[in-house]
């Protein structure tokens, strides 16, 4: 698995996640009608960026794009992880995992990050294993939130630089 940063062209491939139903379902994203209505808003959004989110493509070996991660946030030394992989056909075969790995790695290692903060629905089972899986702790609950139309809570988990690194010895 490998980051690199998004190109106005990845908005054809942000775009076709956008027409998988049970994708925006899960990710809260809007589903969009059309391939040209997504380009779009994505081509809109690769050009101007949130300076405050460093949003990367995740890559197979292959340059075969499988997902995206987020750090985000302007404290220093500390960043919000998020992830999503896409299209859900690629759910359940460690993609998000090794995403959400690679990310971790990249914000310890290349960006020199300190903490890493994430927040996920209890209900989306799959992205919680995904942040205990890259060795997040569990640190409180926040708001109330519906996922797949069912209320739930956020729970929050951080990793800091330390507790990273004595996972890695
Ligand atoms: C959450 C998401 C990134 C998980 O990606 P994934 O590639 O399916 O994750 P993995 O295959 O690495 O699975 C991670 C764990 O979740 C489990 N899992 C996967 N799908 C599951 C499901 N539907 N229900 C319960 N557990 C599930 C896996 O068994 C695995 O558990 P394990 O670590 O005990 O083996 C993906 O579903 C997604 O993109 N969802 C929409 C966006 C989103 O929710 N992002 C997170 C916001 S915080």
Redesign the pocket.
Known sequence: MRLRKLVPSDADILAEWAMDPV?CA??GWTPQATIAAGRERWRALIESPDPALLRLLAVRANGAPV?YADLHGDSPGEREL?????P?R??????????ARTAVDHAFIRLGMQRLW???LEA????V??LR?VGMRHTGYGDDADFLGEPTRYIQFELTREDWLAERI
């Open positions: 994708f899960h990710a997902g998020g992830y999503v992989v896409g859900s690629h759910w359940g075969q460690g993609i998000g995992t090794s995403i994430a927040e996920a989306n089972v799959a992205s294993r995904v899986r």
